[in-house]
């Protein structure tokens, strides 16, 4: 047996249970979001390919045949890029000064501060979601506290801040440990040099930490956005069926409404928005060290 | 100037820890809460623990979740394991491999799960434990496969060929020589599958089919109905065996090589 052909037969089940599994149902459901909808599976498998899902997106047809703009489905598409987009900028902030921080830290300071940073992302996501529930409910005790406060009563679940709160919490640790690698090994002697050349602390931050921070950020980012651009277990419990996300009307596609392949053209929509976030993110990454 | 120097940075990291894990230690707190309203705290109990452990759905959908997870994890485990020592050297083509063994961290759950929804209905395979333990399965490949890979990485080829020069052949060295060096990484691969198994919820929950349930699956259909002090106990009980077997892992991961 020559080394190649060992190869090939080790590393080939794992690849072919997840080319199987992964890879050939995402073609199919590419596949699917061209059919029509109908048959016991949600699936009219005979019908021919077109893209009315694609343009039922935006468009929707009137009574009498002509077409309207939709803006329900496009509400939600911003509504979700916009809170993956302050759960990253906000996982960011917390998280740059917590690997700070922990780069000064002993190594045993850092593998207790690593370990207590990885744990919530082992702990389950639905739980974790849940304990937010209890605490900012309409009977619970901090709710009662601000409406002590609040001139006028406030609800803090079942809308976007709890949306945003409880998204914050389910990812912030993927901000933290790719910054933590990148200041793990970072040179401190360049921010004394820095300070010697008379840079202010800011102007240390700013010209010396953030530039060597960068890859960090960026990969935190992705880490952050594209599994909150397909949440739905957050939304479902803290938005309460008012502030939905993509993930939330991909799942009732294929609940209630059963319509699949209306379900697959929005899925699809959330990969192509995710492949043009991380495309733009690399050519970014590419153009500042270049 | 260290990074001591910049301001604010431990008061933040206090703060983030606080938001970590006071949410959880509320949650906890709440499941010894004798009050049925799960709101109103009168005294501790652990009544609502007694009360989960002989209720027959709880059971069964604990039963189903740890099935799913002891198979898919075992199944991910060997996968990944041969995965592991295949692109232990470089070669043509590793790169892609390891993109493609990666491939389920990178997606988001919700698309893959719908994904192989309509793929099992189209072919017409059951929905239930089966569909999930194989889904299960593929997701669970890179957590088991970073580890192995990492404490492969860190064993020096000279043992092998030490073996190899004293005339053990292939199976043997790798019985009595890689094996042994590497069974920490297999255990912590294994774990991580496992508790990412366990504590799955969407793809389980698109696979299930009608009258099957996991644990977690389960517990999102009871918090859909309300709030109750059942829930806070379940919740417990799964987050403290998340964090014991993370524990666990992290701890064969920094065994003495």
Redesign the interface.
């Given at each position: 047996m020559s080394v190649?052909f060992?190869?090939?037969c080790?590393?080939s089940?794992?690849?072919l249970?997840?080319?199987l599994?992964?890879?050939?149902?995402?073609c199919?459901?590419a596949w699917?979001s061209l059919l029509d909808k109908g048959g016991s599976?949600?699936?009219d498998?005979s019908s021919a390919p077109s893209a009315a899902n694609y343009v039922r997106l935006v468009w929707e047809e009137d009574f009498d045949g002509t077409m309207i703009l939709n803006t329900g489905y496009l509400l939600i598409f911003l509504r979700s890029v916009a809170l993956a987009a302050v759960t990253t900028v906000l996982s960011l902030a917390?998280?740059l000064?917590?690997a700070?921080?922990?780069?000064?830290l002993s190594r045993t300071g850092r593998d207790v501060?690593l370990?207590?940073?990885?744990?919530?992302f082992?702990?389950?996501?639905?739980?974790?979601n849940?304990?937010?529930?209890?605490?900012l409910?309409e009977?619970?005790w901090v709710s009662q506290f601000v409406n002590m406060l609040s001139p006028w009563p406030v609800q803090l679940l079942y809308n976007d801040a709890a949306v945003a709160i409880g998204l914050t919490?389910s990812f912030?640790?993927f901000t933290?440990l790719p910054l933590y690698t990148v200041?793990e090994k970072?040179d401190?002697r360049l921010?004394?040099a820095?300070?010697d050349l008379g840079a202010t602390?800011r102007r240390?931050?700013r010209r010396v930490v953030l530039p060597i921070a960068t890859p960090g950020i960026v990969a935190g980012a992705l880490l952050v956005f594209?599994?909150c651009?397909?949440a739905?277990?957050t939304p479902?419990?803290l938005g309460g069926g008012k502030t939905l996300m993509l993930?939330n009307i991909?799942?009732m596609q294929?609940g209630a409404s059963r319509n699949?392949p209306f379900?697959?053209t929005l899925?699809v929509v959330?990969?192509a928005i995710?492949l043009v976030v991380m495309t733009a993110m690399a050519l970014w990454r590419n153009r500042r060290t270049a | 100037?260290?990074?001591?120097?910049?301001?604010?940075?431990?008061e933040?990291?206090l703060?983030?820890?606080a938001?970590?894990?006071v949410?959880?230690a509320?949650?906890i707190v709440?499941s010894f809460n004798a009050n049925r309203t799960?709101?109103v705290w009168t005294h501790a109990s652990v009544d609502w623990y007694g009360r989960i452990l002989v209720n027959p759905s709880i059971q069964a959908a604990a039963w189903n979740s740890l099935v799913i997870a002891v198979c898919a994890a075992t199944a991910a485990t060997v996968?990944?394991l041969?995965?592991a020592?295949?692109?232990r050297r470089a070669?043509l083509g590793r790169g892609a491999?390891e993109a493609?063994?990666n491939?389920?961290l990178?997606?988001?759950?919700?698309?893959?799960a719908?994904?192989?929804?309509?793929?099992f209905?189209?072919l017409g395979v059951k929905l239930g434990l089966g569909a999930m333990v194989?889904?299960h399965?593929?997701?669970c490949?890179p957590f088991a496969?970073l580890p192995i890979r990492a404490r492969l990485e860190g064993i020096s080829g000279t043992y092998e060929e030490a073996a190899h020069d004293l005339y053990a052949n292939r199976v043997r060295t790798f019985r009595r020589v890689t094996m042994p060096l590497l069974w920490p990484g297999v255990m912590a691969g294994f774990t991580?599958a496992f508790?990412?198994s366990l504590?799955d919820?969407?793809t389980s929950f698109?696979l299930a089919g009608p009258g099957m349930t996991t644990l977690?699956v389960y517990?999102?259909s009871a918090?859909r109905a309300g709030?109750s002090p059942e829930?806070?106990a379940i919740?417990a009980v799964?987050?403290v065996v998340?964090?014991l077997?993370?524990?666990l892992s992290?701890f064969l991961g920094r065994l003495r090589r």
């Amino acid at each position: 047996m020559s080394v190649a052909f060992r190869r090939l037969c080790l590393l080939s089940p794992a690849l072919l249970v997840i080319l199987l599994l992964v890879g050939v149902p995402l073609c199919l459901m590419a596949w699917v979001s061209l059919l029509d909808k109908g048959g016991s599976a949600g699936v009219d498998w005979s019908s021919a390919p077109s893209a009315a899902n694609y343009v039922r997106l935006v468009w929707e047809e009137d009574f009498d045949g002509t077409m309207i703009l939709n803006t329900g489905y496009l509400l939600i598409f911003l509504r979700s890029v916009a809170l993956a987009a302050v759960t990253t900028v906000l996982s960011l902030a917390l998280g740059l000064p917590v690997a700070l921080w922990m780069a000064s830290l002993s190594r045993t300071g850092r593998d207790v501060m690593l370990l207590l940073i990885t744990i919530p992302f082992w702990t389950n996501l639905l739980v974790r979601n849940y304990a937010w529930l209890i605490i900012l409910r309409e009977d619970g005790w901090v709710s009662q506290f601000v409406n002590m406060l609040s001139p006028w009563p406030v609800q803090l679940l079942y809308n976007d801040a709890a949306v945003a709160i409880g998204l914050t919490y389910s990812f912030l640790p993927f901000t933290i440990l790719p910054l933590y690698t990148v200041f793990e090994k970072f040179d401190w002697r360049l921010l004394e040099a820095a300070h010697d050349l008379g840079a202010t602390r800011r102007r240390a931050l700013r010209r010396v930490v953030l530039p060597i921070a960068t890859p960090g950020i960026v990969a935190g980012a992705l880490l952050v956005f594209i599994p909150c651009l397909g949440a739905f277990v957050t939304p479902a419990l803290l938005g309460g069926g008012k502030t939905l996300m993509l993930g939330n009307i991909i799942q009732m596609q294929f609940g209630a409404s059963r319509n699949w392949p209306f379900g697959a053209t929005l899925a699809v929509v959330l990969l192509a928005i995710m492949l043009v976030v991380m495309t733009a993110m690399a050519l970014w990454r590419n153009r500042r060290t270049a | 100037m260290s990074p001591r120097r910049f301001p604010f940075t431990r008061e933040t990291a206090l703060l983030v820890l606080a938001y970590l894990y006071v949410p959880v230690a509320v949650l906890i707190v709440y499941s010894f809460n004798a009050n049925r309203t799960a709101t109103v705290w009168t005294h501790a109990s652990v009544d609502w623990y007694g009360r989960i452990l002989v209720n027959p759905s709880i059971q069964a959908a604990a039963w189903n979740s740890l099935v799913i997870a002891v198979c898919a994890a075992t199944a991910a485990t060997v996968l990944a394991l041969l995965a592991a020592l295949a692109t232990r050297r470089a070669f043509l083509g590793r790169g892609a491999s390891e993109a493609v063994l990666n491939m389920p961290l990178i997606l988001p759950e919700i698309v893959v799960a719908v994904a192989t929804l309509i793929l099992f209905v189209s072919l017409g395979v059951k929905l239930g434990l089966g569909a999930m333990v194989a889904a299960h399965t593929a997701f669970c490949i890179p957590f088991a496969y970073l580890p192995i890979r990492a404490r492969l990485e860190g064993i020096s080829g000279t043992y092998e060929e030490a073996a190899h020069d004293l005339y053990a052949n292939r199976v043997r060295t790798f019985r009595r020589v890689t094996m042994p060096l590497l069974w920490p990484g297999v255990m912590a691969g294994f774990t991580l599958a496992f508790v990412t198994s366990l504590d799955d919820f969407l793809t389980s929950f698109f696979l299930a089919g009608p009258g099957m349930t996991t644990l977690p699956v389960y517990i999102f259909s009871a918090i859909r109905a309300g709030i109750s002090p059942e829930i806070n106990a379940i919740s417990a009980v799964m987050l403290v065996v998340s964090v014991l077997l993370v524990s666990l892992s992290f701890f064969l991961g920094r065994l003495r090589r």
